[in-house]
């Protein structure tokens, strides 16, 4: 089992700034497609962004494009999500998740495109 370990949640006011990291330790992720998705209280996971292998492709959801940031580095197995700019409707779960698959530019957004996945982490917003 592919564990994926996310940090970095935690509250913050809004206009303010949190830096989530997902890491596989032990495992060698350089080649995986990467994803970020939320979950708030009574709604649908839902897709946040993602990052292909070598960090040259992105995709966000139009709600977070302009305040947030996907990068990666392989050296380290290591992807991130800088938030800037967070507002109370980003209020949720944050959840990690990453996939080898070769069909993934097909369906980035969809998480049936990802194998492995993260515990969460919180991000509480307050107005």
């Known amino acids: 089992q592919v564990q994926l370990d996310e940090s970095g949640g935690g509250l913050v006011q809004a206009g303010g700034s949190l830096r989530l990291s997902c890491a596989a330790p032990?495992?060698?992720?350089?080649?995986?497609?990467m994803g970020w998705f939320r979950q708030a209280p009574g709604k649908e996971r839902e897709f946040v962004t993602a990052?292909?292998?070598?960090?040259?492709?992105?995709y966000y959801a139009d709600s977070v494009k302009g305040r947030f940031t996907i990068s990666r580095d392989n050296a380290t197995n290591t992807v991130y999500l800088q938030m800037d700019s967070l507002k109370p409707e980003d209020t949720a779960v944050y959840y990690c998740?990453?996939?080898?698959?070769?069909?993934?530019?097909?369906?980035?957004?969809?998480?049936?495109?990802?194998?492995?996945w993260g515990q969460g982490t919180q991000v509480t917003v307050s107005s």
């Open positions: 998740a990453a996939t080898m698959s070769p069909r993934w530019a097909l369906g980035a957004r969809s998480e049936a495109y990802y194998d492995y």
């Open positions: 032990g495992r060698t992720f350089s080649s995986a497609k």
């Open positions: 990052i292909n292998w070598s960090g040259t492709i992105t």
